[in-house]
Every structure is written in C-alpha cells, then in structure tokens.
C-alpha cells in the first residue's frame, strides 16, 4: 500500500501548478523595498551595533559575494546574519494577519544572500520571495492560535519559508526541498520569554531562522536527508507545538499568491498597536480634539493587542513601539505618528507621562471574533465638557483592505532611508526601478552594495 504524500510535498506541486504574472513580481519587489527600508534604518540600534560587530570580530574573509546592506560585501553567512536581523527593528516591517507573523524580515534577506552567490536572476529572486513567503503564511495559519501563546511566530514559522526561498534559488529538485523544509522545520523555535525582558532575542530569532532556512536548503543539495512529514507527523512540530493545529490549511486552495494578502505598516509601532491608532485617527478627520480637553480615552480591542501593548509606562523605546497608550498619547498631543515620538525623550516626557495614564485599553469580544483575520479597534474619548466621541476600524490602515496609496508607501520609503542617512538620488532610484524588467540585480546590488 503507497503512503499518502506529506503535506510539505503536496504544497510543493500544488505551487508548481501556479501560474505566477508580472503584477505577482511587482508585489514582490515593494516587499522587498519596505523591507530595505526597514532594515536601513533598524541598522542605527542597539541591536545594529552588535550584530555589524559580529561581522567586524568574525575571521571569514572570503568569498564576499552577498551584500551587508548599504555597507559592501562580505561572506553570505555574514550579511544574512545581519540583514535577517535587523528587518524588524523598528516594528515597520510587513505583516499577515491571519498567520500573525512578519515574513519579510526572515524570508528576503535569506533569498537575497543566496541570489547574490548565484548571481541568479531578479525574476528567480522574486519568485523565490513569493514562494517563501506563500508557504510562511500556511505554516503560520496551520499551526493554530495556541503556538503563538508561546512561540514568536515570525521565527518559528518562517524558517520553513527561508529554507524554500532558498531552494528555489538553488533550484533544488522536489525532494531534496522537501528534505530542507523537513530540517530547518525539525529544529525550529522561539519562545516567547523575551518579551517579558529588556533584550533583544527578537534580532536573534530572525537571523537564526533565516541562517537555519539557507543552511537546510544547502544541506539538502549535497544529500542530506530530511523527514517529509516534519509537519502533521506524530512526533512532529502540529503535535510537539500546539494543540489548536489545522494541518488541513496549509494545503487549502487559494486563487492568488498569498504575499497579496500581507500588510504594509505605516507607523513605527507593533501591528497589534496600529487599530488603536486608526481608530484615534478616524476620531480626529471629524472632530478637532486638544489634548488638554481629554478626560478619558478607552481603546477597545481583541486579547492579542492587550496581551502585547496594554503597556502604561514603557521605559524603552522598543516598551514604547508596544504601548498603545503611548502611541494614542503621542497622536493626541501631536496628530501624526513620527519616528522620534517612541524615543526616550518623548517617553519621559510629562505630558505623554499625564495622557498615558488617562488611556484604558479593555477587550471587546465582538472585535475578537474578527481576529485574527481581521485587526480590529473602538476609541471612545470623553472629554471634560462631557462630550464623547468614537470610532472602529475593522481593518487599518496598511491592510489589503485598506492598502496605502503610492504616495503613502513612497513617504514611508522615503522617511526611512532618509532617517538611515541614504541619499535622495539614491532613494529616488529605489523608488523608480521597474524591478519586474530587471534581467538581473546588477542594478539593485549596485545601490545596496555601497556605503551610505
């Protein structure tokens, strides 16, 4: 009697089978510049300090074929460390909902270092990033609601997209993918604790799933075997990792590529931050509110958004990116969500000090039914007069449904490579390449390769 195929193998000819147009590439490729973005910008931190010094103490010194960003050439190991690291820094990098995970910062550094050592094509690079992230978001919607109690979702999940994208880029056959996805998915992690710390084991679980990905794909072509029912097996990650697994989402049908289903963040905060911060906004279009006149504001949400940012008093700057009091205060006392207002200056800072501790952050079980396909929030403001005012989104901005214009994405571009110290010609030309035309990454590897 023939064994039915695993999962990971089914998955694997049901993409084979996808047609993949000329506006799939061009997702791709502003996926691939929000995250350029991100991480430019993430290299100024803490976190940006220690891992460029891992490359200065590191003895590897040749060959330097893939590209530290916007700091030369160094080995691949090297520049995926740090490039995977860094993507997420600012909490700006992308987002799917439903997956509840981030795969830009974990699947585009891993395809972009192994494109640069094969010097493979921009449409092999694209098509890598879309298979990355396709089999990301299964991963992250089949797993179940209970991994992400204690799991960082983004590096359990996305080593199996890292591992793909670089497959692809290696063009491994089908069985030699399965066995890479089979052993970054054997090893992978992430827990949670670092939350609960002043740390930043978040950089280093990005870096780590996207080194364990391209090492399990390089494995994989010089013949070493990987369990193919790494998944939904016995002792497999649906049965050690969760008890809400639904191994029957990860091969459901889709019409598109789900990288069409991701969001795009707008403001430098955690996602589960940003409904609060619609809803405030979407108070403000109507009604002009001073700070000064607030008696009270109270957010509704869903349990994830409490879970991760019912923070009253941050003392970080990355507590702040976590705070929705803070990033509600912020926007009342200053109307737009800028960079600076989640430092430390504006963290001490009496007046937010005095609005954060008017803001109540409480759940709402009807906007908890919507998540987490949807990511909802309701902002009541009580005023002194009496006078109250509100508003929900459903959905915020940046979603699919939702979507940033392109002079919303631009600014954001452009905000973060200028904060980052990139040239405007430079950003200019990032800005204007018609990627899905480019034979190759020449010209890409040429703006990303030199200083800034």
Request: charged share 20%; net charge negative; glycine share 4%.
């Amino acid at each position: 009697m023939q064994m039915q195929a695993s999962i990971t193998t089914r998955l694997l000819a049901d993409l084979a089978e996808k047609n993949l147009e000329e506006s799939d590439l061009k997702r791709a490729a502003l996926h691939v510049l929000d995250w350029i973005a991100c991480c430019a910008l993430g290299r100024l931190s803490i976190a940006g300090d220690v891992f460029q010094s891992l490359i200065d103490d590191d003895p590897i010194s040749s060959p330097k074929q893939a590209i530290n960003l916007f700091h030369g050439r160094v080995h691949w190991t090297q520049a995926l460390n740090i490039n995977a690291a860094l993507g997420n820094v600012l909490e700006m990098d992308d987002i799917h909902r439903s997956s509840i995970l981030h795969p830009g910062p974990v699947i585009i550094p891993a395809a972009l270092a192994m494109a640069q050592v094969q010097k493979a094509s921009m449409k092999d690079f694209l098509e890598a990033v879309i298979w990355g992230y396709e089999i990301t978001i299964r991963m992250g919607e089949a797993v179940g609601r209970s991994h992400y109690q204690y799991f960082h979702n983004t590096s359990s999940c996305a080593a199996i997209g890292a591992a793909l994208s670089v497959s692809k880029v290696l063009k491994l056959s089908d069985s030699e993918t399965v066995w890479a996805l089979g052993n970054a998915m054997s090893r992978t992690g992430g827990i949670w604790q670092m939350r609960n710390e002043k740390v930043l084991t978040k950089q280093w679980h990005n870096a780590q799933a996207a080194l364990s990905g391209a090492h399990a794909a390089l494995a994989a072509r010089r013949g070493l075997s990987g369990p193919a029912f790494v998944l939904e097996g016995p002792q497999g990650v649906f049965a050690a990792m969760s008890t809400d697994a639904r191994p029957e989402v990860f091969n459901a049908p889709s019409t598109h590529w789900r990288i069409h289903d991701c969001s795009f963040k707008p403001w430098p905060a955690c996602r589960h931050a940003h409904p609060a911060m619609d809803a405030l906004l979407s108070v403000l279009q109507h009604a002009e509110v001073a700070a000064t006149d607030v008696e009270r504001v109270t957010i509704n949400t869903y349990r994830d958004a409490m879970v991760f940012c019912d923070r009253r008093t941050p003392v970080t700057p990355l507590e702040a990116k976590f705070s929705i009091q803070h990033a509600v205060s912020c926007l009342l006392l200053f109307q737009q969500p800028q960079l600076h207002h989640f430092d430390c200056d504006y963290i001490a800072r009496e007046d937010v000090i005095a609005l954060r501790d008017r803001v109540d952050v409480v759940f709402d079980a009807n906007i908890e039914k919507l998540y987490p396909a949807h990511y909802g929030a309701r902002c009541e403001i009580l005023l002194k007069d009496g006078k109250v005012l509100s508003a929900q989104v459903d959905d915020t901005l940046g979603d699919p449904e939702k979507p940033l214009s392109k002079p919303q994405f631009a600014h954001k571009i452009s905000m973060l490579l200028s904060a980052a110290g990139v040239s405007a010609s430079k950003t200019d030309a990032l800005l204007a390449m018609e990627w899905a035309k480019q034979d190759d990454l020449t010209s890409l590897n040429r703006l990303l390769e030199d200083k800034i």
